[in-house]
Nanobody, 124 residues
Framework: QVQLVDSGGGLVQAGASLRLSCTAS????????VGWFRQAPGKEREFVAA????????YYADSVKGRFTISRDNAKNTAYLQMNSLKPEDTAVYYC?????????????????WGQGTQVTVSS
């Protein structure tokens, strides 16, 4: 099994940037695809971005395309979510997730391993 720890959230103004980190332990990180999801109060957890095991393939939700970038450093067992041009509607708890697969899952139901979440709040 792999254990995930999310970090990097905070309170920022609209237009600012944040970089979230997802640090893994307990298993070979490069066996796992990684996804980022977010959950705003009263809403379901939604897909944000995903990256393949080797980092060569990425996919983004339309709402963040062009503003967010997912990446990973397998040597550091860490995945990242660079968030630029943040908007108030990006406010949510952000979770990273991992799945032992060669595919690129985009559904939260396809991920078995989750971080604890990190709060991102964007003020207008």
């Amino acid at each position: 099994q792999v254990q995930l720890v999310d970090s990097g959230g905070g309170l920022v103004q609209a237009g600012a940037s944040l970089r979230l980190s997802c640090t893994a332990s307990g298993h070979t990180f490069n066996w796992y695809a990684v996804g980022w999801f977010r959950q705003a109060p009263g809403k379901e957890r939604e897909f944000v971005a995903a990256i393949s095991r080797g980092g060569h393939t990425t996919y983004y939700a339309d709402s963040v395309k062009g503003r967010f970038t997912i990446s990973r450093d397998n040597a550091k067992n860490t995945a990242y979510l660079q968030m630029n041009s943040l908007k108030p509607e990006d406010t949510a708890v952000y979770y990273c997730a991992a799945e032992h697969t060669t595919a690129l899952p985009m559904s939260r139901m396809e991920y078995h391993y989750w971080g604890q979440g990190t709060q991102v709040t964007v003020s207008s």
